[in-house]
């Protein structure tokens, strides 16, 4: 019998697979790629997965060591799935390991083998289908649990009673002992009673609907560009409803934790469909469930997050990636890959359409829409008859502002409030002010670990580094002069709230920001809160700009942009029209018209007046000429090697070696920028450098670093600091 060796990727970070022997008595039939692996590895066992069966190894019979188990007897993971996650490595120049690490849950790659875990069904018996509600009166808690089951009129899990604020677990034994409630465990949940909606899609919807619907099986790239309030939802749920009806499944990819619940039960009320969701904030088994029930096809509709990208699908059938443009897409530490682009290539992959929505596209998709890459879908209007909203500047020169809310902003507040309408104020800055100083001497509350302000937190009395979230109790007196004159220099969403709560005494004030969500639900209580309609005022960073739907906001005020007009950054006036266009389609969603006013002490700026008077598609267009003149993305292609050490020293030894490394790599179509420091050159006590590889296409940029990378690797300058190369970055920092 021929020998065979297995070729094994090990969550390791070295840039290679690992290869092993078989186990003895076991034959070639009995391995695949896609099966997990048990492996000796140093002195520690570690889980693997077969990339490769092949006859031949550079290595000796002595060099080689045996598998110690086979974990699968078949493949977990399919030949799509692992062609995926070997791009993904290639073209981000990551190890592969380390990819496979990222793309399985940790109980799946820690060895474990789980299966779908049973979900328990209750349902009430034919005794407890004859009770009346008057047979429960003395027991108020039963009487609850039996009207919401009897309403389900089906089979119903533990959601049902998610919402209850008391232990309904007791009650529900009770009923249980007394035989009114019969239970039984299954592998699907049961499917709640869907509403269908009261209305039809627009011409522009159906349009889109109809155009995607005629490359199901096909792959294909759709860019749905829908001003905010156009409906882009109805057009997935459409979507999902036909794939769902052909046995197909949807992978649906969202750029926050905090939209999953909102989207998450609009799709329950609609679609009669098994909806799993994945993100960071459950748990590692909750993860692993959502991960078994799509691949084994248990589930329908999986909704998740960045990390969701590369779960697999059995019967797959559409993929859908909400705000496209969202930074959030892209990972920013370790391995740096963008759940857009990875979306993009796993559809080809399976060869099914991918829709890409936003109301304001990214400069690379419009470029791929110019270049025939992507196809483009407009909703140009807003649905059920709501129009466009008003958008004014405020020009704050020469105004005497009440902590930075001026008198046209508060006047228009009131009116608001008055009418019995809500109002967003936009501050991009959580905490109460970001600088502490002294009057009497000019001290300012630094950071010693990184290159930035520490940020105020008032109502828990802490100075906080929203980078490397180092914090200590704020000082009652100056630690250089001592004098007792400190005071708060610029604005938080916690002083404007402070400040609202003076002007509205009456009127609830929300705070939607990183620190007033934490907590689990917090997000899903406001947004209820916020529903209930009625006078409020919602204040919050850019987590309101993404994708709520609040049809009472008739008035959204923006009161700190103009530090976003001004960077070292070429791509912040993209994010900066994207998020004014964003924060801007919150107001007047439904019958109300809506009001936007824009506090700036630069009125004349070109990009806001392009905004407000031409609309984001000129902008975007501007953009990208002035891009295309600049040679910058998306018309040339860039990597940026990161490099980052507690000592300087150590940082510009390593990248002097790594120049004299470039200088031997004679490859004129790169061209090479730095190294220079960060933007923030210390970060959390660690010195920040970076040097750039442009490239006027992509395949010249790959070809040179997988030149460069492997000596990289070898230097020994290396062991003293750490690096990472970031292959398309979306951001200097």
């Not at 799509?80 to 592969?96: E, F, G, N």
């Not at 649990?145 to 007791?170: C, G």
């Not at 099986?217 to 939802?233: A, Q």
């Not at 443009?325 to 740096?336: A, N, V, Y």
Request: proline share 6%; net charge positive.
């Amino acid at each position: 019998m021929s020998k065979f060796y297995l070729n094994i990727a090990v969550d390791t970070p070295l840039h290679r697979v690992f290869d092993y022997l078989p186990l003895e008595q076991s034959k070639r039939s009995d391995y695949t790629t896609g099966q997990r692996v048990i492996i000796p590895f140093g002195r520690q066992q570690k889980t693997g997965v077969i990339l490769n069966i092949t006859s031949k190894t550079e290595l000796t019979d002595k060099q080689l060591k045996p598998i110690s188990e086979l974990l699968d007897q078949t493949a977990l993971l399919c030949e799509q799935d692992v062609a995926l996650y070997k791009w993904t490595s290639d073209y981000y120049h990551h190890p592969i390991g380390e990819v496979f690490a990222q793309a399985l849950p940790k109980q799946i790659r820690s060895g474990k083998s789980p299966v779908i875990e049973l979900t328990t069904l209750y349902s009430l018996s034919d005794s407890g289908l004859a009770l009346e509600l008057g047979d429960l009166k003395r027991s108020p808690r039963q009487a609850a649990l039996w009207q919401l089951m009897n309403t389900a009129k089906a089979p119903v899990d533990n959601e049902l009673f998610a919402d209850i604020e008391w232990d309904w677990r007791a009650p529900l034994k009770s009923m249980m002992a007394k035989g009114w409630v019969t239970s039984s465990q299954e592998q699907t949940p049961s499917l709640y009673q869907t509403i269908t909606p009261g209305f039809k899609p627009n011409a522009a919807q159906q349009a889109a609907i109809d155009t995607v619907a005629a490359s199901f099986g096909i792959f294909n790239t759709f860019l749905l560009d829908g001003v905010t309030g156009s409906g882009k939802t109805e057009v997935y749920l459409q979507l999902i409803q036909q794939m769902i009806a052909a046995g197909k499944q949807v992978l649906i990819l969202l750029p926050e934790i905090t939209l999953t619940p909102q989207l998450a039960n609009r799709f329950k009320q609609r679609l009669a469909a098994q909806l799993v969701i994945s993100h960071s904030g459950l748990n590692d088994s909750q993860r692993a469930q959502a991960w078994l029930r799509l691949k084994e096809g248990v589930a329908n509709i999986l909704l998740g997050t960045r990390s969701a990208v590369f779960t697999p699908m059995k019967t797959p059938g559409l993929i859908i990636l909400d705000e496209e443009h969202d930074t959030s897409f892209k990972q920013q530490e370790g391995f740096r890959y963008s759940a857009r682009d990875v979306a993009i290539m796993r559809a080809r992959n399976y060869n099914i359409p991918v829709v890409l929505g936003t109301a304001t596209p990214s400069l690379e998709s419009l470029h791929n829409v110019q270049q025939g890459r992507f196809t483009h879908l407009d909703l140009p209007e807003r649905t059920a008859g709501a129009s466009h909203p008003d958008i004014r500047l405020i020009d704050c020169r020469n105004q005497r502002l009440d902590n930075h809310l001026s008198k046209p902003l508060l006047k228009a507040i009131t009116a608001t409030l008055e009418r019995n309408e809500q109002v967003i104020l936009f501050v991009n800055r959580r905490g109460f002010a970001p600088v502490l100083m002294c009057h009497s001497c000019g001290w300012v509350g630094q950071c010693q670990r990184c290159d930035s302000r520490m940020v105020i937190h008032k109502h828990i009395n802490l100075l906080r580094c929203h980078h490397c979230g180092v914090e200590h109790r704020a000082p009652t007196h100056c630690p250089d002069c001592q004098q007792a004159e400190l005071f708060p220099l610029g604005l938080g969403t916690q002083r404007i709230e402070e400040t609202l709560n003076a002007h509205f005494p009456d009127i609830p004030v929300l705070r939607i920001d990183r620190d007033s969500t934490q907590r689990k639900d917090a997000m899903q209580l406001v947004i209820e809160k916020v529903h209930e309609g009625g006078a409020q005022i919602l204040v919050g960073t850019q987590m309101l700009a993404k994708g709520h739907h609040f049809p009472d906001v008739t008035l959204v005020g923006m009161l700190d942009i103009d530090a976003g007009l001004f960077s070292c950054d070429y791509r912040a006036s993209e994010r900066m029209s994207q998020l004014i266009t964003q924060v801007a389609g919150r107001a007047g969603r439904e019958e109300k018209p809506g009001r936007v006013l824009i506090q700036t002490h630069h009125p004349e700026h070109p990009l806001l007046n392009t905004l407000i008077q031409r609309g984001y598609a000129h902008f975007a267009k501007e953009a990208l000429a002035e891009r295309q003149q600049a040679q910058l993305p998306p018309y040339h292609f860039q990597a940026l090697l990161r490099v980052n050490a507690i000592n300087e020293r150590d940082v510009l030894n390593f990248l002097r070696e790594v120049q004299q490394l470039t200088s031997s790599i004679n490859n004129p179509k790169v061209n090479i920028l730095g190294p220079v420091p960060a933007p923030m050159l210390k970060r959390a006590g660690r010195f920040r450098y970076q040097l750039l590889f442009e490239t006027a296409e992509r395949k010249p940029r790959h070809q040179y670093l997988r030149t460069l990378l492997p000596a990289v690797e070898k230097l020994k300058t290396a062991r003293k600091i750490r690096w990472s190369i970031d292959i398309d970055p979306v951001d200097l920092y």
